[in-house]
């Protein structure tokens, strides 16, 4: 219970905290690196945050083009940020959203349920467009070895961000962190394509 308590009064604060980050653009962050790369991601059945199963494959499939990360709900660090570019990318794309299939996948499956995973969405004041998934330790490791983001230590995982095109097999890898305003700017380059 005390765990809970401490969850609910720290992810707003951190995801406050992240949010104004990502808004004001970052300019003192570390410049990250755009790659294109080619990943086969698994076909596997994952949870989203309703509680709902879900095939990976599907999702990646849909006629849309996809942002995806991966993150964990405590962690203090990288993830708000992350979670929060994802957010105000959302809100500023507005009804355009619904065009974009936005997923994050936890890597902590065994902490980060459909109900954790629901709330933490709450915190960040995000759409019902931002689809958070969870699954099975196996699954989730597949997932993140297809996209080679896979560390054996969450604590240790690297700030990454993918964008797809809708109808291709090529991502957008973008490795470190990067700014709201910057994340926009990659994916509305990427719907020109």
Known sequence: MVRGSRFRLVVPSLAALALAWAAAGAEDATKYRR?????????VTLVNQDGARVSLAKLLSADKP???????????TICPVLSASFSNVLKTLGEEAHDVRTISIAIDPDHDT????RDYRKQFG????????????DDVERVRRAFDAYSPDKM????????RPAHSASWVRIDGLISA???MAEYRELRRH
């Open 156 to 163: 240790a995982h690297r700030p990454l961000n993918f964008l």
């Open 181 to 183: 305003a910057d994340l």
């Open 114 to 117: 459909p109900e954790v995973l």
């Open 35 to 43: 790659t294109v790369v080619r990943y086969e991601p698994p076909d």
């Open 66 to 76: 996809v942002l995806l990360n991966f993150f964990f709900t405590t962690c203090t």
């Open 126 to 137: 995000a759409s019902q467009d931002w689809e958070l998934l969870t699954g099975s330790k």
